[in-house]
């Protein structure tokens, strides 16, 4: 196949809840749903879904739009591909910027998925057609209206909770929604807010039997990880690290974590999050599907890749209604029994909704052949 054209919306969709971490104060998110035009009027759909500053790692959607236009749609022009796979591949030359990577690799997937008239789960090892999911939830300046929010998720059917945590407001909410909630699966993400300097603290974690403690520490650290993973009975987690395989590879080998949040815009796409899940399902590593406040079309992606049996944890992907008034597109996820159905149809399963795309969004095409 043959790419001709490559258009994008550029999205701004307000959070129904302001959404709180270590890092900062969410009240909407930004991000770009690029469009793969073939030769044979084919369209794949992929989600920029970088953050506006450079907290959550060193990419912004502003770096990663320069990137995209400037290096990576110049590497895919006048070229015939022949599988997705090879994009992975192409893209080689540019170093880092994985999210701009992941945003037009996930799309060429979508695309030659709908090429072949296939789901794009068939090109998976997937065995269900719905996913056990979780939620995540921000840290809250009240204990009370934390509960109540955790109380209104549970009775959504929502199988697990992640609360985000930093020093100063952990373990105060951790043992009051361990008393209200005694038995929830319950883990803690404390994006990077903490150093080696706290070992002794977070240790304090053991007695709240968290199914892991996610992130403590920064974002190349795998030394201080593996000093804490020795003393602590809490699996510890890690997301921010994991941008290849080679940094599973050096998590596992260092004893860094027992546990991989796997994102795939943060390790460049699907080729590189199977081979991450091949490792992990090799060296008895739990691997679980992590969000990044997805539109629908992040959302279906990660149902479609989830799928896979391997994932047995519920990872962060939520009903579109968890942090949105409105999805982009047609149908939006629906949370039943505490658990999302993969989409059907070919590709990744959704279409777009043009009148909330043109409500929240503007349109322009970057490159036409």
């Not at 990880?225 to 596992?252: G, P, Y």
């Not at 149902?303 to 962060?316: E, H, K, M, V, W």
Request: proline share 4%; glycine share 6%; with cysteine.
């Amino acid at each position: 196949m043959k790419i001709k054209r490559i258009d994008c919306y550029r999205i701004r969709l307000p959070l129904r809840i302001p959404f709180e971490t270590s890092y900062g104060r969410l009240t909407e998110k930004a991000f770009d749903i690029i469009l793969i035009t073939d030769e044979l009027g084919n369209q794949g759909i992929g989600e920029l879904v970088a953050f506006e500053q450079p907290d959550y790692i060193e990419e912004t959607i502003a770096t990663a739009r320069i990137i995209i236009e400037k290096h990576l749609i110049p590497l895919l022009i006048d070229r015939e591909i022949d599988d997705p796979r090879e994009i992975s591949l192409l893209f080689q030359e540019v170093k880092g910027n994985q999210m701009a990577k992941s945003s037009i690799e996930t799309a060429v997937w979508d695309l030659y998925a709908k090429r072949n008239g296939k789901s794009l789960q068939t090109y998976f090892s997937a065995t269900r057609t719905q996913i056990p999911v979780g939620v995540s939830v921000g840290i809250q300046s009240d204990i009370s209206e934390l509960l109540k929010q955790i109380t209104a998720y549970v009775d959504q059917g929502y199988q697990r909770v992640k609360l985000k945590i930093r020093p100063g407001y952990d373990l105060k909410p951790i043992a009051s929604i361990r008393e209200k909630f005694p038995d929830l699966p319950l883990m803690v993400d404390a994006n990077s807010a903490y150093t080696i300097d706290d070992l002794s603290h977070l240790k304090k974690l053991d007695a709240y039997n968290l199914v892991m403690l996610e992130q403590p520490f920064a974002a190349d650290d795998f030394l201080d990880h593996a000093q804490l993973q020795k003393v602590m009975k809490t699996k510890i987690c890690l997301d921010e690290n994991i941008r290849s395989v080679k940094a599973c590879e050096l998590a596992f080998a260092l004893g860094s974590c027992r546990s991989i949040n796997l994102k795939i815009p943060r390790v460049g796409g699907i080729t590189e999050a199977l081979k991450i899940v091949d490792f992990c399902e090799k060296h008895d590593l739990l691997v679980w599907l992590g969000g990044m406040f997805e539109s629908g079309v992040g959302r279906a992606l990660n149902l479609q890749f989830a799928s896979q049996s391997i994932f047995t944890f519920p990872g962060d992907i939520s009903a579109s209604d968890r942090y949105y008034y409105e999805d982009i597109i047609s149908k939006p996820f629906v949370l039943t029994n505490g658990k999302l159905s993969v989409p059907t149809g070919s590709g990744i399963g959704v279409s777009l909704s043009p009148e909330h795309l043109l409500k929240y969004g503007n349109y322009e095409t970057i490159y036409t052949d």
